[in-house]
Every structure is written in structure tokens, then in C-alpha cells.
């Protein structure tokens, strides 16, 4: 089986948390996102066609008039702004859901944190005074999460990004406009990015609703959590999911046409139980504790029959209260040179998983 490698000069931050400079000002930096209830124009192609304005695709200045009237916020006409200089395209619905890849990372992206119950929606974005600052970490600063319109203002705007687009970008992912008048400067630098311990995967997904004519999509996905970022085989995942998710039209979204309204996650990780036969656990040598008889393996994997990332963490303690001569051997092949053991345990109703503690019956040595 192949060992878990973490990559921790590399990665140095959490998935939600990136790091660089703060993009917010000083007496800006816990503001509360503010919303404002505003529905993108629907515009008819020869309103495409026809357009003129300011230039909101990474190579120009930009328009507050224009802004709001992209987004329906005034009672202007959205026909003065030109769309294709904004960078955006509409979306053409086919008669089945296709899921594009711009729409494919920001779902990736939004199912790996942890929420109460599982549960997230859009309209915890007026009521998380984080929200904005988890928006750009996670979906304009983060080196694992690119998708088309992003890739086209770092080739073109040397990866700056302007508020108008940051909006815009919110926008498409969650249908809820907010005003971002805290960044400095009044923009970002999308090349500030970081990259996270862990990250997730969307192995399938199911269409549970899909009509042409409807605007509510409703999915169902089968969801891979990996904590550490790691030399794994297939399959090798620290968590599993079933995530139902709404999306809704919205044609002129950077993510393919369709904005996150909800997830919903339910755990379906496969959970070890106890057949009384030995297994083995190898690891890195810790630490010994010759007082209390305990051995601590840094970095633990499992033979065939339990090797999987949701069974171990960082660390498992091996217990040699009934093999004491476990300590010495242990110690003897540490003289010798080798730093990797392997160690040998009974799995029974006493030992619970995720391994944390094992009591040891065997042991020999690995790797030097």
C-alpha cells in the first residue's frame, strides 16, 4: 500500500482560509456582507449584439451606472452595457443537464467544509459577517479552484481583479448580490493564492430534476473528503458523501449558467467492524514510552483490509501492556537504523476506529 505523503512545505493553509496580504481594509475587515435584493436582467440576444459600455472583462475601467445596470439594480437600461466586454457569455440550456467544469470546481469547492447539519444555502450570506472574506479565499485566491472567466482576467489583467468583477463573480455563484466596498484599493490580486491541507471530489451525480423550461435544478452527488492532500490509491478517500444540491438558472453565471441556492450533505463513509483476525498497522517511529508501554507511529496506514484515510489520523499509540518485549524490539531496530516498523494487533470489540489506540502483538521493521 502506498504511504501518505503530506505535503506541508507547500501547503499552508485550510481549504476556507487562505493566505497573503488581507485584500480588506483596516475598519472594513469584519463588516457584514451587505445584500441587496437584486435579480440579473434578462437580456435578449440582440441586446448582446448591439451593446456598448464599459469595459468590465479585465482591461478596462469600470462603471458603478454600468454596474448596477448589469445586475438590475437600477431602473436603467441594461442594454447599455456590453456584455461580451464584461467577459460574460450567455448560457444556451440543452434538453438534458450536462454539468460543465466551471460549475464542477465551485461545487467541489463548497461541499468539503463542515456546516451545521450538513446544511448550507445562499442565504447565509447576508448573515455570515464572513462571507466575503471566505468568498475570496476559497473561490478567487485559492490555486486549486480555477475555472474560465477567472483564468481570462489572470492572462489578461495580470491576475487583478476589480470589485465590479468580485461582485459579479458572487454573484453568479450564489444569486445574492453584495456590494464588496471594503477590498483596498477597490480590487484584488487573484495571483495571491494558496492552496489548502485537503480538498474534495465529485466521483458521480445523479439529475434528480432537469427541465428545460424550469429554472430549479436539483442534483444528487456522490462526494470524496480528503483531509491531507496525499499519495493515495483510487478509492482512498478520509470521508464520503451524498449531496443533494439546488442550483438555478441563471444564464449569464460564469459557472455554466447556474447559481448554488442549497447543499445538503449526508455522510456515507464506510465504517470498519471488528473480525477478530490480526491485522497491521505500520507507521513512523514517534516516540516510545518505555513508563506507560506505549509506542507512537506518526503517519499510519493499514494493510488491504483496513487501509483507508477515514480510519487513521496523524498518530496511533500501539499499547504493549501484554507484549513489553514490544518496547525493547523496537528500540533494538531503532539502534539499527530503521525509523518505519511494522506492528501486528488483534481487531476486536475492544479497538474502535478510527485507530487511535491498538495493543500491539507483533512487530519487525520495514524501512531503514
Known amino acids: 500500500m502506498k504511504k501518505r505523503l503530506l505535503i506541508a512545505a507547500v501547503l499552508v493553509c ?6 497573503g496580504d488581507s485584500i480588506f481594509t483596516d475598519d472594513a475587515a469584519n463588516d457584514t456582507a451587505t445584500n441587496i435584493s437584486s435579480k440579473a436582467s434578462t437580456l435578449e440576444d440582440e441586446d448582446l449584439a448591439n451593446n456598448s459600455g464599459d469595459d468590465l472583462s479585465g482591461k478596462g ?18 442594454s447599455s452595457i456590453d456584455y461580451k466586454k464584461l467577459g460574460v457569455t450567455k448560457t444556451e440550456y440543452g434538453d438534458t443537464f450536462q454539468m460543465g467544469d466551471n460549475l464542477k470546481t ?3 469547492v463548497i461541499c468539503y467544509p463542515s456546516y451545521t447539519d450538513g446544511k448550507w444555502d445562499n442565504s447565509m450570506t447576508e448573515s455570515d459577517a464572513n462571507w466575503k ?19 481570462n482576467i489572470m492572462d489578461n489583467n495580470n491576475g487583478i481583479m476589480s470589485k465590479e468583477q468580485v461582485e459579479y463573480v458572487q454573484y453568479s455563484l ?10 483596498e484599493n477597490g480590487e484584488i490580486n487573484t495571483k495571491n493564492s494558496s492552496s489548502g491541507f485537503g480538498d474534495g471530489e465529485i466521483r458521480s451525480y445523479n439529475v434528480d430534476s432537469y427541465n428545460i423550461s424550469d429554472n430549479t435544478i436539483k442534483l444528487t452527488l456522490k462526494y470524496a473528503v480528503y483531509y491531507e492532500i496525499s499519495s493515495i490509491e483510487s478509492g482512498d478517500a478520509d470521508a464520503t458523501f451524498d449531496v443533494s444540491v439546488v442550483l438555478n438558472k441563471d444564464p449569464y453565471s460564469c459557472f455554466d449558467g447556474y447559481n448554488i441556492v442549497s447543499i445538503e450533505k449526508t455522510e456515507t463513509t464506510p465504517k470498519l467492524s471488528a473480525d477478530n483476525k490480526t491485522h497491521y498497522i505500520s507507521g513512523d517511529i514517534l516516540d516510545i514510552d518505555e513508563d506507560k508501554k506505549v509506542i507512537m507511529l506518526e503517519y499510519p496506514y493499514g494493510d488491504d483490509a483496513i487501509n483507508c484515510n477515514s480510519n487513521f489520523g496523524h498518530s496511533v499509540n500501539i499499547d504493549c501492556s501484554e507484549h513489553p518485549e514490544l518496547i525493547d524490539t523496537v528500540k533494538s531496530l531503532k539502534d539499527d537504523g530503521y525509523y ?8 476486536d470489540n ?13 512487530v519487525e521493521g520495514i524501512t531503514k
Open 350 to 362: 475492544t479497538v474502535s476506529t478510527p485507530f487511535s489506540t491498538v495493543k500491539g502483538t507483533s
Open 14 to 19: 485550510s481549504m476556507l482560509s487562505g493566505c
Open 133 to 151: 472574506k471566505t468568498f475570496i479565499n476559497s473561490y478567487l485566491q485559492n490555486s486549486w479552484c480555477g475555472y474560465d472567466y477567472l483564468t
Open 106 to 108: 465551485v461545487l467541489r
Open 61 to 78: 475601467d469600470y462603471s458603478k451606472n454600468a454596474w448596477d445596470n448589469a445586475v438590475g439594480n437600477n431602473s436603467g437600461s441594461a
Open 340 to 347: 518505519s516498523v511494522k506492528v501486528g494487533f488483534i481487531f
Open 174 to 183: 450564489t444569486g445574492k448580490y453584495i456590494e464588496f466596498n471594503d477590498l
